[in-house]
């Protein structure tokens, strides 16, 4: 699996757009890029996957450059219950190796 | 579709005990791995199930083990309780197809607290 680089932590406001950036210079061509949301105390919550270019749903977007080296999962007008810590993943699902390796996150901290 | 879900949420235990904890999977999902988190070490892989079978296995002593049974329910087992192992237990599943957009699925976790 592809290794990550996210910033630690991170300050918003609320209303605010949140763009957390997420390294990953090793990113397999097979490979997707998935984020997820976690709340203390309780399991990560699935937000969005991509391949390339942009992603859109109801919660978030995630931007992908060409050269795939590198991804933004964007946070339109943040509230206070954005606040939480969020992981990026990078890495191809087989039969071998179907686990999750989760880096340290970037704590998002929103204000009102 | 309902959520994973696990047994129980919280736990005390004391050292030299052994736990047992369950995860029901979202239906149809075929795929359970079990994960635990620390303050210290974030999120660590444990193992994964599939169709009753062990397929993957993380760094963990032997004193942690799985089984999943034919409805795809799993249960792990820590035997032997270290202070070491209170932890948040978590549980994801998936539909375990092997491709790469498979995406796994959390429950809530359990606390176990060893005293």
Not at chain 1, 40 to 67: C, H, M, W
Request: one cysteine or more; proline letters at 5%; glycine letters at 8%.
């Amino acid at each position: 699996l592809a290794k990550t680089t996210q910033p630690i932590s991170m300050d918003s406001y609320e209303g605010q757009e949140v763009n957390i950036t997420c390294s990953h210079n090793n990113i397999a061509t097979n490979d997707y890029i998935t984020w997820y949301q976690q709340f203390p105390s309780q399991g990560p919550r699935f937000i969005i996957q991509g391949y390339k270019t942009k992603v859109t749903n109801e919660v978030a977007s995630l931007f992908i450059p060409a050269d795939r080296k590198s991804s933004t999962l964007s946070l339109p007008r943040v509230s206070l219950s954005d606040t939480a810590v969020y992981y990026c993943l990078v890495g191809s699902r087989d039969g071998a190796t179907n686990k999750l390796i989760f880096g340290t996150g970037t704590l998002l901290a929103v204000q009102p | 579709k309902a959520g994973v879900t696990q047994t129980p949420r919280y736990l005390i235990k004391t050292r030299g005990q052994q736990v047992t904890l369950s995860c029901s999977p979202i239906s149809g999902h075929r795929s359970v791995s079990w994960y635990q988190q620390t303050p210290g070490q974030g999120l660590q892989f444990l193992f994964e199930y599939f169709s009753e079978t062990q397929r993957n296995k993380g760094n963990f002593p032997g004193r942690f083990s799985g089984r999943q049974f034919s409805n795809s329910r799993s249960e792990m087992n820590v035997s032997t309780l270290e202070l070491g192992d209170s932890a948040l237990y978590l549980c994801a599943s998936s539909p375990g197809l092997a491709l790469s957009t498979d995406t796994q699925y959390f429950g809530p976790g359990t606390r176990l607290t060893v005293l």
